[in-house]
C-alpha cells in the first residue's frame, strides 16, 4: 500500500487558511486515490526541539555510532520512507513557519534522505517521487518585482533535489491580505486548483 506523508506546520490550526487549502486537496484526493494512506505529522504536535547544541551533539554520537535506528532519526526515517509528501505551510516572513524549518533540519540527515556516493556525489535517497507545498500567502509574491524576494518554495524546491525528490509542485493562493483583493474569491479559486491537482498529483 502506497503512503501520503503529510506534514502540518499551520500554527493557526483550524483558523488557518492553508490548512483549508491542504485539507480540501487531501478530501479530494482520498476520494480518487483510496488506495493510498495519509499519515498526518502535526509539527504542533510534534514540538521538535531546536538543534541547540547538546541536541546536535546527540545527533551527531548516534550518527557516529552507526545508530540510524534510534527513536530520534524516526521523522528522517518516515520521510525517506513515503511514496509522496504534501506540506502545508502559511507563508511567512518570505518564507514559511520555524518549525517547519525545525522539523526539515530534523529529517536532513545523511545517509537517510540524502547522502553520497563513492565519488563524493550529492545523491537523494528519499523515495517519494513528488512533494507539493501548499500554502497562502498575505501578499502577491508571484510578480515580476516580487517574486525574487520569495523564499520558501524555492528552497523547498532545491531541498527536494538534495533528498532526490524529482518532482516539487506548488500549491498557493496569495494575495488574501491586501484589501483590495475579494480574499473569499481568491480562496475559491484556489480549492479550485486543489481540485484539479488532486486528480494529477
Ligand atoms: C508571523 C507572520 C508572518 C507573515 N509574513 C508574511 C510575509 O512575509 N509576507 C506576506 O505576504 N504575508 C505574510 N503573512 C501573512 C500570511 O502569509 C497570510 O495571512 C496567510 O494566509 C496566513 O495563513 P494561515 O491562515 O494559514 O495562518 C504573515 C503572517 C504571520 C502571522
Not at 500549491?171 to 486548483?193: F, H, P, S, T, W
Request: aromatic letters at 8%; charged letters at 25%; glycine letters at 6%.
Amino acid at each position: 500500500m502506497s503512503e501520503l506523508l503529510f506534514v502540518n506546520a499551520c500554527v493557526r490550526g483550524e483558523r488557518s487558511r492553508t490548512l483549508a487549502l491542504a485539507r480540501h486537496f487531501l478530501s479530494e484526493y482520498a476520494k480518487i486515490h483510496p488506495e493510498v494512506t495519509v499519515t498526518e505529522r502535526d509539527l504542533m504536535a510534534d514540538r521538535l526541539e531546536p538543534q541547540y547544541p547538546e541536541v546536535l551533539a546527540r545527533r551527531d554520537e548516534l550518527w557516529n555510532a552507526g545508530k540510524l535506528d534510534d527513536p530520534s532519526f524516526a521523522p528522517a526515517r518516515q520521510f525517506a520512507g513515503a511514496d509522496s509528501i504534501v506540506i502545508a505551510a502559511p507563508f511567512w516572513d518570505l518564507s514559511y513557519p520555524a518549525i517547519l524549518k525545525i522539523y526539515l533540519e530534523r529529517i536532513s540527515v545523511c545517509d537517510i534522505t540524502f547522502g553520497y556516493d563513492a565519488d563524493g556525489n550529492s545523491v537523494g535517497l528519499s523515495r517519494a517521487e513528488k512533494l507539493l507545498l501548499i500554502t497562502t500567502r498575505g501578499g502577491n509574491f508571484s510578480l515580476p518585482e516580487t517574486e525574487w524576494m520569495e523564499s520558501g518554495a524555492r528552497h523547498l524546491k532545491a531541498l527536494c533535489a538534495m533528498y532526490g525528490i524529482p518532482s516539487f509542485q506548488l500549491l498557493c493562493a496569495e494575495g488574501l491580505d491586501d484589501v483590495r483583493n475579494d480574499k473569499a474569491a481568491l480562496l475559491a479559486q484556489a480549492m479550485g486548483e486543489a481540485e484539479t491537482l488532486a486528480a494529477s498529483f
